[in-house]
């Protein structure tokens, strides 16, 4: 098994939150929250892979080429805050798991996050 280390950086300077997502020394994508009125919306800019969902009710998948290759979803009536991540592909794990720190961490800077 490999060991993967991935960090995500926030741009503190920009109108709208946006993270870096750099695994080995380099970018793989930015997330991006992009500006609504009622209900959060993301997008992933150099990557293919697609966001869709209720960003409001904290429900949402990732789609490569059709295939969902990651579901988020928050569960209700727990103490604090309670996600249920599930990944297709055990590859894709660290960068999944970026991506959904990142829509829900608005005031964070820096996360580290090794596997």
Known sequence: M???TAEELHEALRAMPCYYIDMGGR???ELVKE???LKPNYR???S???MEGDFLAHDYSLYYNGKQIMSLSKKWFTRGDS???DISDSR???LCLCIALG????????IRTAY
Do not use: A, K, Q
């Open 92 to 94: 894709d794990e660290v």
């Open 35 to 37: 500006f609504t009125f």
């Open 2 to 4: 490999n060991n993967y």
């Open 83 to 85: 996600y249920e991540l």
């Open 44 to 46: 992933l800019e150099g």
């Open 48 to 50: 293919s892979w697609r």
């Open 27 to 29: 970018v793989v994508c």
């Open 103 to 110: 829509c829900y961490s608005y005031t964070t800077r820096i």
